[in-house]
Every structure is written in C-alpha cells, then in structure tokens.
C-alpha cells in the first residue's frame, strides 16, 4: 500500500510574518493598508487589512500549503496553497481543481481554540443516552461493547449545529460542489481503542435522492495509520464501480488500485467526494480516534437532510440484518461485530 505522507502545516506553526507590531504598522501605512507577509516556501504575498480585521495583527494569514502527492503549481513540489481569511478558509481555484482531478483535497480551518471546542462538543454527544431521536450504534470489541456512531445530532446540539450550517465548513463544501450547499447528513465515528474498520467503498450507493455529495472528516484526535486512518485512491471518482452483496467494492478492484493511507492531526478536515474509493482500518492502538463526517449537497437539489434519515430508518426497518455485522448505513461496509 503506497502512503501518503499528508503533512499539513498548521495555521499557527505556518505563519511566518518576519516583522515585529510595530514595523507591521509601518508596512501598513507604507502600503496604504497592505501588509506584506512571507509564508513557509518563502514566498511573499500582499494582504488587504480588511480580509483578516479580526484577527489579531500578530496572527495574521500567510500562505499555508498542504503537501499532496502530485506537484500541482510552482509554489512547491507536491503542494496545494490554500489561503486562510478572517472568516475561515477559502479555497482557491488550485486547491478546487486538485479535488476534481483527485477526489479529495486537505484543509486546516481552524485554530487550536477551536480544536479543543471541537472535542468537547463530540464528548456532550458521546455521553448521550441511547434513548433520545438521535442515533446511537455500538459494536463489540475486546474491550466490551463500544460505542462506534452517533448520527443526526445537528438538531440536539446547538454549537455543531452551528459548525456544519454556517461558516468555513459550509463555504468550502459550496465550493467544491460549484455551488451553495446544504448539510444532506451527519455522523460521528468513533472507532475507540480495539474499534473495526470499514470495507472498501464509495458513499454515493448509500445516499438517497441526489447523486452528486461532498463529504469531509473533520479529524477530532489525531487519525494515524494504526488507529485506522482513512485510505483513500485518487483519480477514480467518475463513475459506480463494481460491488459485491455487501454494497462494498469487489475485491477483484480494490487489488488493483493505489491506496493512500492520509494521516491528519486533530482538527484538519479531510475532503472526499461521493464516488471517491475509500476505506479504513481497525484501531490497533490503545487510543481513540474519533472523527466527524458531514455530507453535502447543491442547494439547487432541496433540503433533504430530514428525507435522508426519515428513508435510511425506513431501509433499515424493512431489510433483513447482515449476520455477522453491525448495520450502521444503507451499504454494509461497517467491519464491526454486533453487540
């Protein structure tokens, strides 16, 4: 398996600004209000003070790249600029086009403040009783029965419901789409210490109502290859592929793909679209990785967030269980074992 060394550097450990406050000031005013940043790879970039006016003057954005496995400009071999502004992060026209050629792209929207938010707001919904209108599932492991999902919380939880309905997140999957988008759904993977993995597989066959969807993982702990990292194949996101009973992609496919293990630190946010081949590990390390995944979809195809899950507890209640395995979505790609 080839890997993917997908080393982002941070929002705080990649601004270099190589002036004090004070001659930022006087750049400033030299400029008639630009301020002249250098970012990691050296180059320097001009910054109008309005794009990041909330943003305290000694943080503010330079260019930041995210490395991939294809040199995409002249900026540095194997790197994908993306520009960080006061309202979140805006993709450029590369970092676009490196998602429709690849079929995914990793971004880094938030500061640490917000990473700490981030896990404190999945351990309110990681507490929640089984009993309520979200959806809990558990599966067994040898540490005893885990909790291994949690979706449709948006409703019960009025910060991640404000994290995936407004803001970066909302703007970045519009701009993969072509689009304004809409959340279509969410879940929360928990995949604890001793937690299964998930079969090769595309996520449109398990989507209803719309063939075209962005989803993300927004990474909560650090997601490495020996907690289950995700592993995704580039360049194959145009059409259905072949799948076995399961709904997942036959073997015979899988062997002949390029997998790329994309490891990510806590709070980067990993970008896929529906058709893209991806799959997981188990998580062979005595620690949790717990990761968010919202999906969207075109504000041109209707709010269908509420059908999606009103359908996928219709299926569930009208198709026999796979023996064996836990059912957490419309395609049986979950490896867990049933409590």
């Not at 900026?75 to 998602?99: A, I, K, M, Q, T």
């Not at 540490?143 to 919380?153: D, I």
């Not at 409703?155 to 072509?178: K, N």
Request: charged content about 25%; aromatic content about 8%; overall charge negative.
């Amino acid at each position: 398996m080839q890997r993917l060394e997908a080393c982002v550097l941070r929002r705080e450990s990649a601004l270099r600004c190589h002036v004090d406050r004070k001659d930022r000031l006087a750049g400033e005013r030299a400029k008639g209000g630009f301020v002249a940043c250098e970012g990691v790879n050296g180059f320097s970039e001009d910054r109008h003070r309005a794009s990041v006016v909330d943003l305290p003057l000694a943080r503010k954005p330079c260019p930041s790249f995210v490395c991939g496995s294809q040199p995409v400009h002249e900026n540095g071999p194997g790197c994908v600029s993306r520009r960080y502004y006061s309202g979140g992060v805006v993709v450029n026209e590369l970092d676009v086009d490196h998602f429709h050629r690849t079929g995914w792209l990793l971004t880094s929207p938030f500061f640490a403040e917000r990473v700490k938010d981030l896990r404190s707001w999945v351990d309110d919904v990681q507490s929640w009783p089984d009993e309520g209108d979200w959806l809990h599932y558990r599966e067994r492991t040898e540490y005893g029965p885990r909790l291994c999902r949690t979706e449709n919380f948006v409703p019960f939880h009025s910060q991640l419901r404000q994290l995936l309905t407004a803001g970066p997140i909302l703007e970045i999957a519009g701009a993969l789409l072509g689009e304004p988008a809409l959340l279509y759904k969410e879940k929360i993977n928990y995949k604890m210490a001793g937690g299964a993995g998930y079969a090769p597989h595309q996520d449109a066959p398990a989507y209803r109502f719309v063939d075209t969807h962005v989803s993300c993982m927004i990474a909560i702990d650090d997601s490495l290859v020996e907690n289950g990292c995700l592993e995704v194949v580039s360049g194959h996101h145009e059409k259905l592929l072949p799948v076995n009973g399961r709904g997942c992609i036959v073997d015979e496919v899988v062997q002949q793909m390029s997998w790329e293990a994309v490891e990510v630190k806590a709070g980067d946010v990993l970008w896929f679209h529906s058709l893209t081949p991806h799959r997981s590990g188990p998580n062979n390390s005595a620690c949790d990785r717990r990761a968010m995944y919202p999906t969207f979809n075109a504000a041109s195809e209707g709010n269908l967030r509420q059908a999606y899950y009103e359908q996928k507890l219709r299926e569930f209640n009208e198709t026999p269980r796979t023996a064996g395995t836990v059912q957490v979505s419309l395609i049986n790609d979950f490896e867990g074992r049933p409590v």
